[in-house]
């Protein structure tokens, strides 16, 4: 049998009973060592990104920043708020207008979410948060994925059906899409 590890206590969840509420988790005292998501009771909880993690979600935001129509607006990691107890941080958002407030953005104010998949968080942003994004009617959906050599990125768009259709993909690590508006990403290895 091994030995316990050793625990770190800078930050420990607190002891909660039944499932977690958006109030719960918003009322957590602030940790900027991980991600706390939030889907129907069940807590997320991840590391933050690695240092080449942060660049392609920087790459990405500002290339969109750069292109983006004035009405719109693009941030990075934004509390969104879906139907029911349901919280995720995306990497890199924009929003249909300009000049949010408060601690969530609701889903329905998103016209794009963006994610950089890593190895502790890939099931979570190519399955479920792509299903809870469809759900929630977020228009496209870009997937940026720091393979070995030169990162892959896809960019989804919500169909008729409310599923998901790939309608751009880049090549050599660049990017390049007409929807929602134009822009080339180059993505850094």
Request: with cysteine; hydrophobic share 40%.
């Amino acid at each position: 049998m091994a030995a316990p590890a050793e625990i770190k206590t800078e930050y420990l969840l607190p002891n909660h009973e039944g499932p977690w509420t958006l109030d719960d988790v918003l009322s957590l005292p602030e940790d900027n060592s991980q991600r706390i998501e939030l889907v129907d009771g069940m807590l997320y909880v991840s590391p933050l990104g690695t240092a080449a993690h942060q660049r392609l979600v920087f790459e990405a935001s500002y290339a969109l920043r750069g292109a983006c129509p004035k009405e719109f607006e693009t941030t990075i990691e934004l509390n969104v708020q879906f139907d029911g107890d349901r919280l995720f941080i995306p990497d890199f958002t924009v929003l249909k207008k300009r000049g949010a407030k408060g601690l969530t953005v609701p889903a329905a104010d998103v016209l794009l979410i963006g994610e950089v998949i890593s190895r502790s968080t890939k099931v979570k942003d190519v399955v479920v948060k792509r299903q809870v994004y469809a759900e929630a009617g977020v228009s496209y959906y870009l997937i940026i994925d720091p393979a070995k050599d030169v990162p892959k990125a896809t960019l989804l768009e919500l169909g008729e059906e409310g599923k998901y259709v790939e309608i751009a993909r880049s090549e050599n690590g660049v990017l390049t899409i007409e929807r929602p508006f134009p822009v080339t990403i180059e993505l850094p290895s």
